[in-house]
């Protein structure tokens, strides 16, 4: 039974929680009332650093039902069964804005997983779009400055945002995702999901292949223009958040369905890009979707800043059977995502409650700020016998690579074929859209960042480029 009376923090009763301590009814407050001190010195400490990206989120719990095994592609026990029920947290959001940002801001949105399986957490980290905007992670922070605020007048400024796009042509694809409607969401019940990234799954008997994640909403894909995500940043900015958070109140349930494309290491040399790298999708006729089970979301979380705003989820969270590609974005994401929650939550980030796997956990590690665990005992250190625990060493030979240590970008680029072979599958309503929102985005940008961009569009398809520059009113 939960106790009604007011405490400190040590649980001792609060006589009064109205008044500070003074010298009289009107003297000074005195240093010596320790519940004003406790709760002032709480509440200035309330506030953690927000999310550099992904700042902006609602979560949710819910399973993940296999229906249709894959152990014949991987030794992931999470999707060896037909029928096996994992829990799961997953959180939506949006990647450049702010926490107070309008959730239908035109923006890419985080679609992450986190998996409690048998074999420890494994997080699917992706996006709604199946693309980014560029393929090695050394240019993430530079493209993030870009994106972001000015850091003279501290507000956003779209020439910095478009010298970013047209001086890496890498984004010319992505930019023909995010300025359709997909760019500007109403509802994370009808946004569909990717890995993005390029993941490996391996077998039982060692075989390796390459493959990437789909999400897709039974409810459907839609989307609101940006003229009703204008209406709605004003009128209701947490439009999103809030219907998910309905929803899932009054007992209703989100659902998911997730699909894998796979590839085979010997179709690689036959492409005409690279695989591996996250500007590119996969084309569908040659690598169909296989669907692998269902994302049941029926729970909110009781409290949005111990949960949602605590949840911790990084590609490098994954689990015998997954391993992590040469895709140059994700390798930096297996470092990043992992530091940037040591930076906002603590080294044991993994102790609080919504990040710890369902699983025993055994390691070395010990102390720092806000530990909460700890393995009993006087062994701290591995290769003795009385540790009682050792590493689960696995038969499967790993892939083998060689080749001269050097920075180079890599080969069959190629940024622009698929940027032109999506715009030239789009409606003709679909194409108005997307001029109409790049033309109003960039009508006040320096005219020689709109003819820099407009160059990158060219060159995806001459009628894109042209009508880009007709309606900036260029000659």
Known sequence: MKNSTLTTNGGVPVEDDGNSLTVGPNGPVLLDDIQLIEKLAHFDRERIPERVVHAKGAGAYGNFEVKNSMKKYTKAKVFDTVGKITPVFARFSEVVGSKGSADTARDPRGFAVKFYSEDGNYDIAGNDIPVFFIRDAIKFPDMVHSFKASPDSNTPDLNRFWDFISSNPESTHMITWLYSDMGTVKSYRTMRGSSVNTYVWVNDEGHRVLIKYHW?????????DRHEAARLAGTDPDVAV???????????????????????YDQVDGLDFNPEDATKTWPEDKFPLTMIGTMTLDKNPTNYFLETEQAAFCPANIVPGVEISND???QGRVFSYHDTQRHRLGPNFTQIPINMPKVQVNNNQQDGSMRMEAKEGHINYNQSPSFGVSANTSSTMGQYVQGNVQKHVITKTDDFAQAGERYRA?????KDHLIDNIVSDMVNVKEEIQRKAIENFTKADKEFGQRVKDGLGLK
Do not use: R
């Open 328 to 330: 140059k974005l994700l």
């Open 216 to 224: 897709k909403p039974l409810l459907g894909e839609h989307y609101v």
């Open 426 to 430: 789009m409606s003709t309503m679909e």
């Open 242 to 264: 809030n219907d998910l958070f309905n929803t899932l109140a009054k007992g209703e349930t989100v659902k998911y369905d997730l699909y894998v494309q796979m590839m085979e």
